[in-house]
């Protein structure tokens, strides 16, 4: 067993190219000491490793990359795919599922991720009583980029002295040149300054409650950094407020369908009176409204995003290539169409012109919250046992704007609407996907007979009751 020893890309890049020389497989290297990180190593641009063997450059790109992963054991899975494209798979980056490089893959994605992460969640602080003036900031990093992103805060705060604090290593700029020493405890930096209360203003007042998606902020955010971020002090209260902030912009929204809407539960009157809503602009460019149809005492409502070409051209909903898809798999499934009510979360077609075309648009959060009132007068007056939403702009509609259906499409929710509410994919979608399609199509009957199987069970609960 050949035991080597590399520290960052350059060191393991020589040892690379000495054991590519000597003919050594990986299974017989052991590489070790990668959890240290070296100052002043420089970055490698040539495409060939030695004069031993050519490798794509795309490769260099990733190994470069992977390097600074804080895993110990990338190394040896830079070195296997060197060697693996060194003896006989010069092709074997375009191979995404081999394990391989997939990890090296998902290796260059984290510390891609990691570096962005930095340049957003940085926050310098004055120093006081330095002379000259200089501003210093702390930060945890998950892998090694500090002097990968170091250029980057010397090209964004060129006009500053600056330090940036992490336990790895520490980044230095004196207005001419950067440098790197070793890496320090939190305690090495200032706790706050007294600018930070404008930052905290101005966070204040550019926090838009309506748009708020808690699990998108934190997956964008994590909870760890909010200890070096000033404006985190203030989110817990701007999130506890967010509710009664839109309810209240809500209330002060001109945009919006509400006066439009009768005091009845009759649908017919209700689709008569959607004929002439103007609660958004989307009705100044369709040629129909398009209200729900089915039955009025429907056990099921099936919720899409918005009418189709087809659809606003004669004015009934589902009738165009995605709702020839859906009666295609609801018969599959085991769903009577004649049995169920279909409606859009938003009654107009948007769309903008391509040519002789009118290509779908998706609707805006004003626009599917303007038509909300028309969607809850119709479940008000059916008053189903179980609402279907098909795609995301349904589901978000119903039930926020942090439900994805991505991960959460099958799963049974009760809802004020209904006594259970799913979501799926919308067909629409399906045709999008061409070399999917048939997978897609399998996956959206399988929820529809999930969904034909609640509503038996529903059914016998129902005359359980009865």
Same mark, same amino acid.
């Given at each position: 067993?050949?035991?080597?020893?590399?520290?960052?890309?350059?060191? +393991?890049?020589?040892?690379?190219? #000495?054991?590519?020389?000597?003919?050594?497989?990986?299974?017989?290297?052991?590489?070790?000491?990668?959890?240290?990180?070296?100052?002043?190593?420089?970055?490698?641009?040539?495409?060939?490793?030695?004069?031993?063997?050519?490798?794509?450059?795309?490769?260099?790109?990733?190994?470069?990359?992977?390097?600074?992963? #804080? !895993?110990? @054991?990338? +190394?040896?899975?830079?070195?296997?795919?060197?060697?693996?494209?060194?003896?006989?798979?010069?092709?074997?980056?375009?191979?995404?599922?081999?394990?391989?490089?997939?990890?090296?893959?998902?290796?260059?994605?984290?510390?891609?991720? !990691?570096?962005?992460?930095?340049?957003?969640?940085?926050?310098?602080? #004055?120093?006081?009583?330095?002379?000259?003036?200089?501003?210093? =900031? +702390?930060?945890?990093?998950?892998?090694?980029?500090?002097?990968?992103?170091?250029?980057?805060?010397?090209?964004?705060?060129?006009?500053? /002295?600056?330090?940036?604090?992490?336990?790895?290593?520490?980044?230095?700029?004196?207005?001419?040149?950067?440098?790197?020493?070793?890496?320090?405890?939190?305690?090495?930096?200032?706790?706050?300054?007294?600018?930070?209360?404008?930052?905290?203003?101005?966070?204040?007042?550019?926090?838009?409650? =309506?748009?708020?998606?808690?699990? =998108?902020?934190?997956?964008?955010?994590?909870?760890?950094?909010?200890?070096?971020?000033?404006?985190?002090?203030?989110?817990?209260?701007?999130?506890?407020?967010?509710?009664?902030?839109?309810?209240?912009? =809500?209330?002060?929204?001109?945009?919006?369908?509400?006066?439009?809407?009768?005091?009845?539960?009759?649908?017919?009157?209700? $689709?008569?009176?959607?004929?002439?809503?103007?609660?958004?602009?989307?009705?100044?460019?369709?040629?129909?409204?398009?209200?729900?149809?089915?039955?009025?005492?429907?056990?099921?409502?099936?919720?899409?995003?918005?009418?189709?070409?087809?659809?606003?051209?004669?004015?009934?909903?589902?009738?165009?290539?995605?709702?020839?898809?859906? @009666?295609?798999?609801?018969?599959?499934?085991?769903? @009577?169409?004649?049995?169920?009510?279909?409606?859009?979360?938003?009654?107009?077609?948007?769309?903008?012109?391509?040519?002789?075309? #009118?290509?779908?648009?998706?609707?805006?959060?004003?626009?599917?919250?303007?038509?909300?009132? +028309?969607?809850?007068?119709?479940?008000?007056?059916?008053?189903?046992?179980?609402?279907?939403?098909?795609?995301?702009?349904?589901?978000?509609?119903?039930?926020?704007?942090?439900?994805?259906?991505?991960?959460? /499409?099958?799963?049974?929710?009760?809802?004020?609407?209904?006594?259970?509410?799913?979501?799926?994919?919308?067909?629409?979608?399906?045709?999008?996907?061409?070399?999917?399609?048939?997978?897609?199509?399998?996956?959206?009957?399988?929820?529809?007979?999930?969904?034909?199987?609640?509503?038996?069970?529903?059914?016998?609960?129902?005359? $359980?009751?009865?």
């Amino acid at each position: 067993m050949t035991i080597v020893r590399a520290h960052d890309f350059l060191s +393991w890049r020589n040892e690379s190219r #000495r054991l590519l020389a000597a003919d050594v497989s990986p299974a017989d290297v052991h590489w070790a000491g990668a959890n240290e990180t070296l100052f002043g190593g420089e970055q490698a641009t040539e495409a060939k490793i030695g004069s031993v063997a050519s490798v794509p450059k795309e490769f260099l790109r990733l190994a470069q990359t992977a390097a600074l992963h #804080r !895993d110990d @054991d990338r +190394w040896n899975v830079l070195y296997r795919v060197l060697y693996r494209l060194t003896h006989s798979e010069p092709s074997l980056l375009k191979v995404g599922i081999d394990d391989d490089v997939r990890r090296l893959e998902l290796m260059n994605q984290a510390v891609s991720r !990691d570096m962005h992460k930095m340049t957003a969640f940085v926050r310098f602080r #004055r120093m006081e009583n330095s002379d000259p003036e200089c501003m210093v =900031a +702390w930060y945890s990093p998950d892998h090694h980029v500090v002097k990968a992103i170091a250029p980057w805060f010397s090209r964004r705060f060129g006009g500053v /002295r600056w330090s940036i604090l992490t336990p790895d290593e520490c980044a230095h700029w004196d207005l001419e040149k950067l440098t790197f020493t070793p890496g320090v405890p939190r305690s090495a930096a200032p706790a706050s300054d007294d600018m930070e209360h404008l930052w905290k203003d101005y966070y204040a007042s550019i926090f838009n409650p =309506a748009r708020v998606k808690v699990k =998108a902020m934190k997956a964008e955010m994590p909870v760890r950094h909010w200890a070096t971020l000033p404006e985190a002090e203030i989110i817990p209260n701007l999130l506890a407020k967010a509710n009664v902030r839109v309810i209240e912009m =809500a209330k002060n929204q001109k945009s919006s369908a509400a006066e439009f809407v009768p005091r009845t539960n009759d649908l017919q009157q209700l $689709r008569a009176a959607a004929s002439v809503c103007r609660g958004c602009e989307l009705y100044a460019r369709a040629t129909h409204v398009v209200f729900g149809e089915g039955r009025p005492d429907a056990k099921v409502v099936m919720v899409g995003e918005q009418p189709g070409d087809e659809e606003d051209l004669k004015g009934h909903p589902f009738v165009g290539p995605a709702g020839r898809l859906l @009666d295609k798999a609801m018969l599959e499934a085991g769903l @009577d169409r004649e049995q169920v009510y279909v409606t859009n979360a938003v009654k107009h077609f948007k769309w903008i012109e391509r040519g002789k075309r #009118r290509i779908h648009a998706k609707p805006s959060g004003i626009e599917i919250s303007s038509c909300r009132p +028309w969607l809850e007068a119709e479940l008000a007056s059916i008053q189903p046992e179980l609402v279907v939403c098909l795609g995301a702009t349904a589901a978000q509609s119903l039930m926020g704007r942090d439900f994805r259906v991505t991960t959460e /499409r099958g799963i049974f929710f009760p809802h004020r609407w209904a006594k259970q509410l799913v979501a799926t994919i919308h067909p629409s979608a399906i045709l999008r996907m061409p070399d999917r399609r048939d997978e897609e199509y399998a996956l959206f009957v399988h929820d529809l007979k999930l969904i034909a199987a609640k509503v038996r069970e529903l059914e016998a609960a129902s005359r $359980r009751l009865s």
